[in-house]
Nanobody, 120 residues
Framework: QVQLVESGGGLAQAGGSLRLSCAASGIIFSLNVMAWYRQAPGKERELVAVISSGGITSYADSVKGRFTISRDNAKSTVYLQMNRLKVEDTALYYC??????????????WGQGTQVTVSS
């Protein structure tokens, strides 16, 4: 059974920091592209940051220079370090795992989400 369990969300003040973690089980973690998405009330879910199996990262323009995604394959965990938080970062943050099998079929898993609330 695949599980992606997020933690580390909570309340922070604008300008502060939070670190999200996502512990994966039931997948070959090192083969998965891992990502963080977020969804604010009334808005569509958006990609925040992604890290390839080889460690290549990419970020949404809105978080570039403030957020850092990283992974620890030995712990099957992906992290999102969020610095200089803004009120507009308030959202439910989801962990995502993507794997493309040898038949080129994409398999996607989602976590339950962790709430991040930034106050002014």
């Amino acid at each position: 059974q695949v599980q992606l369990v997020e933690s580390g969300g909570g309340l922070a003040q604008a300008g502060g920091s939070l670190r999200l973690s996502c512990a994966a089980s039931g997948i070959i973690f090192s083969l998965n592209v891992m990502a963080w998405y977020r969804q604010a009330p009334g808005k569509e879910r958006e990609l925040v940051a992604v890290i390839s199996s080889g460690g290549i990262t990419s970020y949404a323009d809105s978080v570039k220079g403030r957020f850092t995604i990283s992974r620890d394959n030995a712990k099957s965990t992906v992290y999102l370090q969020m610095n200089r938080l803004k009120v507009e970062d308030t959202a439910l943050y989801y962990c995502n795992a993507d794997y493309t099998n040898p038949s080129n079929r994409k398999i996607t898993y989602w976590g339950q989400g962790t709430q991040v609330t930034v106050s002014s």
